[in-house]
């Protein structure tokens, strides 16, 4: 068991490592390319849109294909996207090949592997130590993801200590963010049997259950809200902003996205320490809220220093519902039924940020430059509320057992 947990972390971490960096230079390399923020935007929503139809395989298929073998695909395919960076410029090829290799400039990874991953683990700890195991996870996910972030700057530190130029230095660090996947999926290959679902046929009662359905459509619909506010937040697209509007280049942006991701890999468990005290949903609630008001006050910030202040103070608490929420998940159904919840859960998110994504460049064209960061604060703000009036009195075993012995 904790090898499982030790190699999922291990390959984890080298997946965010690659995202968080893809995050940082993506559209700031697709631009220096010459193409615009609408066709930024469609690569973007292009690479979600293929995570997210990796993630309905998986969601039905993971049991017949194997945990295993799911994950040491996906990291493959995932590989690739170095390659396709490298070798290709025209805006449709990119939209075409960025689908294939799930291109990922979220600079967040909610991918189809992160959904058999937080759906594994719970099956390797008690119900008490659930949230703080997936605490853990994501703390490790945002240590590979700000590591990442502060490669963003590689490009740069790559073209002044090499005197390359700077198209040079961007294919050395897609050819690293290929190679980290590569080693991902050696990882993954080293897990034991543990790792595989049983044979549906031998489980009592083993098919997805009415109740696990309709809590899991329930909050796919909420999580949809919320992830369609951050399809207009894609850390490509946030580092975009900075770069334009107050002139940062790659270096900058990458020390700034370094200490984003510190801030949400430490606020992971003090997530797992308040939602022991507070509960699950209260801990969602009452931390993403303030991040989205401390969101739209971005826009309206009339310097750098203020801007960055807002964006880090929404980043020490916006991540704070993500092992909440996975625990919460695998909390209100059956083991059996967690991948099924967990891929659905994260499809609806996925899909939701293709959605807004491709629709964000197209906004920061021709509406607004900030549109995207408005519209995507006040759809979270919704979000908070409805959450919160449709779950709190849904509780998961542990906190129901912790009242029965309160009274």
Not at 88 to 113: E, K, Y
Request: hydrophobic share 55%.
């Amino acid at each position: 068991m904790t090898r499982n947990i030790g190699l999922i972390c291990g390959a984890a971490f080298l997946r965010s490592m690659s995202t968080g960096t893809l995050g940082v230079v993506l559209a700031v390399y697709l631009s220096r390319h010459g193409l615009s923020a609408t066709w930024i935007g469609a690569v973007i929503a292009a690479g979600l849109a293929g995570s997210a139809a990796a993630t309905a395989l998986i969601s039905y298929r993971a049991g017949a294909l194997g945990q295993r073998r799911s994950l040491v695909m996906l990291a493959l395919v995932s590989a690739s996207g170095g390659l396709i960076l490298i070798l290709f410029r025209s805006p449709v090829a990119l939209v075409v090949l960025g689908f294939i290799a799930m291109l990922n400039g979220m600079g967040t990874d909610r991918s189809a592997a992160f959904a058999i991953e937080q759906a594994a683990i719970p099956a390797f700890v008690s119900d008490r130590q659930r949230t703080w195991a997936l605490s853990w996870y994501n703390v490790i996910l945002d240590a590979g993801g700000a590591l990442g972030a502060l490669s963003g700057a590689l490009p740069v530190v790559i073209q002044r200590a090499g005197g390359i130029e700077l198209e040079s230095a961007y294919r050395w660090v897609f050819a690293g963010y290929s190679l980290a996947n590569i080693v991902a999926a050696m990882l993954y290959l080293f897990m034991t049997d543990a790792i595989e679902l049983r044979k549906v046929s031998t489980i009592p009662g083993s098919e997805i259950t009415a109740n696990a359905k309709r809590i899991v459509r329930r909050i796919s619909a909420l999580f949809a809200l919320d992830a369609a506010g951050g399809g207009f937040l894609a850390d490509a697209l946030l580092a975009y902003w900075f770069f334009q509007r107050f002139g940062l280049d790659e270096r900058s942006l990458g020390v700034l996205f370094f200490v984003v991701r510190v801030l949400n890999a430490t606020s992971h468990l003090g997530a797992a320490w308040l939602a022991g005290r507070i509960g699950l949903v209260n801990t969602m609630v009452f931390t993403h809220l303030p991040s989205s008001l401390f969101l739209l006050a971005v826009p309206f910030a009339p310097s750098f220093p203020i801007a960055a202040g807002l964006l880090l103070a929404r980043e020490a608490l916006v991540e704070m519902d993500v092992p909440t929420r996975q625990s919460y998940i695998a909390a209100m159904v059956q083991p059996h039924e967690r991948v099924y919840a967990s891929g659905i859960t994260n499809l609806t998110r996925t899909l939701s940020w293709a959605v807004t994504s491709s629709a964000a460049g197209a906004l920061m064209q021709y509406v607004a430059f900030s549109a995207p960061l408005i519209a995507g604060g006040g759809m979270k703000v919704v979000y908070d509320a409805l959450l919160y009036r449709n779950f709190r009195h849904l509780r998961p075993p542990e906190e129901r057992e912790r009242t029965t012995k309160g009274t």
